[in-house]
């Protein structure tokens, strides 16, 4: 019966450490993918990086000068003055606001039925160019009706599908492993020998979880991680994932040490006990 207590015990342990271990990926995941302030937490802070506001910029400019509605005289006109405000508009929160937006609509399509893009409606910064123009020219600047330009689309991984019914079990996956640690700790005959089985196991998969976390921008598919836009958001989240995650991976390698050490400790001070009694019965 006691050899039985100690499979199930052992069994139950090693279940509350992978279940321990996972919630962490788990419940970042939920907190900065699936739901969306976290997401733009991390996402939104891209769209201040000077290379991309240069490309919404003349995207804008050219969306104001090539215009049909502009007729050809005035367009050659129209064409320096907008040049002109170009380089002052990248200083104002125009950017800040449309990528905002812009991130909010990537987020709903990252698990929406279509494959996730990241599109920018370019009408404030157009009228951010056009104003200043008007007050040059004696007539408004009709602007195009439709501002809305697709920067960047990408095939949605098969893994993301995922990601929502995960982030489901992510404030779960911790209460379910200490249940489980309680009930292996109470089933188990030797606990002391079931300390250092769950050692053994939280040393492993704190390991594997951290040097997986130091591997994940080569898990990413190149295609993702190197497209335009997209790409710097990813790289954005890898390096959010890396810094938020592995530290605590780093903790659970360290819990694991910690109960080894510790098994063995009460091992060794229990057996001796164990053998002058016999030696010596009372």
């Not at 449309?98 to 987020?107: K, R, T």
């Amino acid at each position: 019966m006691r050899p039985l207590r100690d499979v199930l015990g052992a069994i139950l342990l090693i279940a509350a450490t992978l279940l321990g271990t996972l919630s962490l990926p788990a419940v970042w995941l939920d907190r900065h993918v699936v739901d969306r302030e976290g997401f733009l937490a991390v996402a939104v802070p891209v769209g201040s990086d000077p290379q991309f506001r240069t490309q919404v910029a003349d995207e804008a400019a050219a969306r104001v000068v090539g215009s049909p509605r502009i007729p050809r005289w005035l367009s050659s006109r129209v064409e320096p003055l907008v040049e002109e405000q170009v380089t002052k508009l990248t200083g104002t929160d125009v950017y800040e606001r449309m990528w905002a937006a812009s991130m909010a609509a990537f987020h709903d399509s990252l698990f929406g039925p279509e494959d996730p893009a990241v599109r920018v409606n370019l009408q404030p910064a157009a009228e951010a160019l056009a104003a200043p123009v008007e007050n040059l020219l004696p007539l408004d600047i009709p602007l195009p009706e439709d501002m809305t330009v697709t920067l960047a689309t990408f095939a949605r991984p098969a893994w993301l599908e995922q990601v929502p019914q995960w982030a489901v079990w992510a404030d779960r996956l911790l209460p379910i492993a200490l249940v489980a640690a309680m009930l292996g700790l109470l089933i188990g005959a030797h606990r002391r020998a079931l300390l250092i089985v769950t050692g053994v196991t939280a040393l492993l998969t704190g390991g594997t979880l951290w040097y997986l976390l130091g591997q994940v921008p080569a898990l990413v598919p190149d295609a993702l991680d190197r497209a335009p836009i997209v790409g710097r958001v990813v790289q954005a989240f890898e390096t959010k994932l890396t810094t938020d995650v592995q530290p605590q991976a780093t903790i659970i390698v360290g819990l694991g040490a910690l109960l080894i050490v510790i098994g063995w400790l009460l091992l060794a001070l229990w057996c001796p006990r164990r053998d002058s009694n016999a030696r010596h019965p009372l």
